[in-house]
């Protein structure tokens, strides 16, 4: 170059601008051109730009695994007891059979048999029944008697609703035998052990025995059955 010497070349940066400086020996001399491609950048003197438009939202991903069972919680507090409607559990059909092969009692008087029987609820009914041979006759032709067969509940006749018992008469020494059923339902009867007995005695109003017999030469039986009736 002619006259000129080059110390160094500097550049200033502007939003729009590129100032091109050539050190020479006479001085500085500079030039200004415009930016060639670099875009316009800002300075502290513009404020924050606008917030853009929203974009679409993505579509949903799909469900995740199911994550692994939790810890095992403590243990719950003790819940009050219950009210017992039945101790003995659900109310069934609940039946008992007492049965003898040959009874042969010709007595006038007493328990004939007795048949033990485990009642469970208060609020049932049982419903006993006697099959077997009986018989019944007078002493002497013309002169009337009568016995009575009857059951007791631990020694107490059915009061709920009446008791359970069956009279035969008669003013005739034949001997004549059958075979009898004997049975009702008796209420208000407590819950727990329960004797059902089969006595025979004399029918009121009478006040000569007449000649009774129970059993002869055939089974006999007894049963007793808790029944639960609708309300």
Known sequence: MTGITMVSTCRFFSPILVTICVIIAGGVACEEKPKPSEPPRCTSCCGPAPAG?????????SPGRDGHDGAKGEK??????????N?????THVMKQCA?????????SGIIKVCEFTKRSDRTALRV?????LRFMANTNGVGACSRWYFTFNGEECSDPVPIDSY???????????????????????????????????????????????GRQSAVR??????????
């Open 53 to 61: 438009i929203p974009g679409i939202p993505g579509t949903p991903g």
């Open 76 to 85: 719950g507090d003790t819940g009050s007891p219950g009210t017992v409607e």
């Open 87 to 91: 101790p003995s559990g659900p109310l």
């Open 100 to 108: 003898w092969p040959v009874l042969n009692d010709d007595r006038t």
């Open 129 to 133: 029944l006697w099959n077997g041979d």
């Open 168 to 214: 035969i008469y008669s003013n005739s020494v034949n001997n004549r035998h059958r075979t009898t059923s004997i049975e009702g339902l008796c209420f208000g009867i407590s819950a727990g052990r329960v004797d059902v007995e089969f006595r025979l005695r004399r029918c009121n109003g009478y006040t000569v025995d007449g000649r009774p017999y129970t």
């Open 222 to 231: 007894i049963i007793v059955e808790e029944i639960h009736l609708a309300d």
